[in-house]
């Protein structure tokens, strides 16, 4: 797989996925805050998606095989991997205690 192709993939994975509300309805206070954490997770991940696919775009309108495109290409390609671990987790975390896994 490219890496164009690859960080198409992990966009196309990142975008596929609506962002979440908090859905418990624990009593627990602390598992509201962790909720309200993950919630907030996801709304930055829809943030930085934002601004990945601002860079991907000037990357496509770049010079491809200079260094410095070379090295934000996978900064970039990188960071897309992170949000979307940081989104499954998240909503990994709303699902159990939407689930009372958590309880």
Do not use: W, Y
């Not at 994975?13 to 609506?18: G, H, I, K, L, S």
């Not at 859905?23 to 930085?48: F, K």
């Not at 860079?55 to 991997?81: G, H, W, Y």
């Amino acid at each position: 797989m490219t890496r164009h192709h690859e960080r198409a993939a992990v966009i196309a994975a990142a975008t596929a996925v609506p962002a979440t509300v908090p859905t418990s309805a624990s009593p627990a206070p602390h598992l509201l805050d962790i909720e309200a954490q993950a919630v907030d997770v996801l709304t930055q991940a829809e943030h930085a998606d934002v601004l990945l696919q601002a860079v991907f775009d000037k990357l496509d309108q770049m010079e491809r095989s200079t260094p410095a495109a070379v090295a934000i290409n996978c900064f970039a390609t990188c960071a897309a991997r992170a949000v979307a671990l940081m989104r499954e987790a998240a909503e990994n975390i709303i699902g159990s205690l939407k689930d009372g896994g958590a309880a």
